[in-house]
């Protein structure tokens, strides 16, 4: 009886049946750059995350969105009662058609003292006092136009509209309710663009500068990790855990991913060259992992491995395999080889 020890080859030699290349499909394994990785727990962060507050006093007349409720970027949100408000604009619109008014006539009575005063039929005196109330009306058409525009304003802050699209969480006044200015009105977040945020430890804060890359793993598929395009690392640390506090900023449109969801969120740290093989050369025997390798007489052999970490279709071994030798990528074909071999011995 044959046991299979950790790294040790497996004696399954035959002599005299060949094995074309073009019938068992392979690979060889080779040395190949791959990064080294940290992984941390990461939480995913809306960027645009906002508390719409009042402007404006008055009584809340109307709320057209609630919690979890999906707002288009200029949607009306909420509307206070604005009678108050178009009375004060239409009060500010006509002080300054009053103004106006009053400034062409300043106007027209400062052209008729001027021919007089050139003619020299009026003193000094009177001629500055007309052009003194000119200026004195054109200060009062000033003050009304800014009052219009204040007014104007104040009508349109009864109106609260939402700045960007994306979904309320968070309601916090009620239909009827008399609101103040600053008053917290809804609170809500973009899922266009999100990031996460990460404490990363200050031994490995310089590799995740220099490399400055990353990929974001979901807890619940492992397998679809997403890139990240840029990060923001904090130039201080924290003085209570001494780490330094990192967001990674994901692509628009990631439609798998959603605020306060944690993840995984892997650091490239090093970049190192690594014996890689294809996945599909790996066999799983009980508790044995193997391969099958094509030897230098095309002879087929179980070979007992110890792997490292996965990098796409491909997986490290860190022992049990030499670089340049050629690994079986069918194990189902490799071992029905293996077993015509063992057949044709015995014969």
Known sequence: MILLKPL????????STSIA?????????????SAKEQTLDGVIEAVKKATMSAQVSGRVTKINFDVDDLVKKGDIILQVRNTEYQARLQSAKASLKEAQANLKDAQLEQTRISGLFKDKMISASLFDKAKAQVKSNEARVSASKANVAESSEQLANTTIRAPYSGVVVERHVELGETIQPGKPVMTGFSLDKLRVAVDVPQRYINAVRKYNSARIIPLTNENHATNVNSMTIFPFADPNNHTFHVRANLDSGVKTLFPGMLVKIAFKIDDTKRLLVPKSAVVHRSEVVAIYVIGEDNQVRLRQIRLGHTFGDKIEILAGLSEGEMVATDPVKAGVMLKQQAESTHE
């Open 8 to 15: 040790f080859l497996i004696a399954f030699i035959f002599s």
């Open 21 to 33: 290349n073009d019938i068992l499909p392979s690979a060889t394994a080779t040395f190949e750059s």
